[in-house]
Nanobody, 128 residues
Framework: QVQLVESGGGLVQAGGSLRLSCAAS????????MAWFRQAPGKEREFVAAIRWSGDSTYHADSVKGRFTISRNNAKNTVSLQMNSLKSEDTAVYYC?????????????????????WGQGTQVTVSA
């Protein structure tokens, strides 16, 4: 079992930066691939970024590539999302998710149904 708690959301002007954090509890965190998803009002949840359990591989959606960076610290059971050059279209609730079977395969998945555990979400609002 993994419990996830996000923090760091808020209101920021376009062009600004925010850093989201996700604190995980549970013994399987270090073997889990982790990801960030987001959901804007009236839209489906979409993949943002993922990182392998070992931290040796990451993948970012094209919409955030070059602006957002996912990272993790297995010693502290945390995963972070550094968001720079924020745009109004980045406004959404951001969710942290864990794929407990990540250590079993190579690569990363962008499908939300592959992730077993989810946080409650943190709101990010970017004003134009």
């Amino acid at each position: 079992q993994v419990q996830l708690v996000e923090s760091g959301g808020g209101l920021v002007q376009a062009g600004g930066s925010l850093r989201l954090s996700c604190a995980a509890s549970g013994r399987t965190f270090s073997m889990s691939n982790m990801a960030w998803f987001r959901q804007a009002p009236g839209k489906e949840r979409e993949f943002v970024a993922a990182i392998r359990w070992s931290g040796d591989s990451t993948y970012h959606a094209d919409s955030v590539k070059g602006r957002f960076t996912i990272s993790r610290n297995n010693a502290k059971n945390t995963v972070s999302l550094q968001m720079n050059s924020l745009k109004s279209e980045d406004t959404a609730v951001y969710y942290c998710a864990a794929d407990r079977n990540g250590y079993r395969y190579d690569g990363l998945t962008v499908n939300d149904y592959d992730y077993d555990y989810w946080g409650q979400g943190t709101q990010v609002t970017v004003s134009a």
